[in-house]
């Protein structure tokens, strides 16, 4: 069993910047990419950023060049930089670490923006 754990969720005004970070225990055998979704109230889980095992990212559109994914692979940690957050981007934030077992899900951290 995997056990996700977000941090950095919280308040912050149009503009600024946070940084989440989600770190993996457990009995983890093989960690394949880890990224991040997110979930407005009354709307679905989408999907914002990945990084693959080695490196390689993907971003969903709407936050290409302000969000920022990094990993720390010793320490089972994927990250989200968020710089210039809009009050479009409040919303719950999921981590997800995908392993040889198969996906396992955070309990999700919640970020909000307004003035």
């Known amino acids: 069993q995997v056990q996700p754990v977000e941090s950095g969720g919280g308040w912050v005004q149009p503009g600024g910047s946070l940084r989440l970070s989600c770190a993996a225990s457990?009995?983890?055998?093989?960690?394949?990419?880890m990224g991040w979704y997110r979930q407005a109230p009354g709307k679905e889980r989408d999907f914002v950023a990945l990084?693959?095992?080695?490196?390689?990212?993907n971003y969903a559109d709407s936050v290409k060049g302000r969000f920022t994914i990094s990993r720390d692979n010793s320490k089972n940690t994927v990250y989200l930089q968020m710089n210039d957050l809009k009050p479009e981007d409040a919303a719950v934030y999921y981590c997800?670490?995908?392993?040889?077992?198969?996906?396992?899900w955070g309990q999700g951290t919640q970020v909000t923006v307004s003035s």
């Open positions: 997800r670490i995908g392993t040889s077992t198969g996906p396992y």
């Open positions: 457990g009995s983890i055998s093989s960690i394949h990419a």
């Open positions: 990084i693959r095992t080695g490196g390689v990212t």
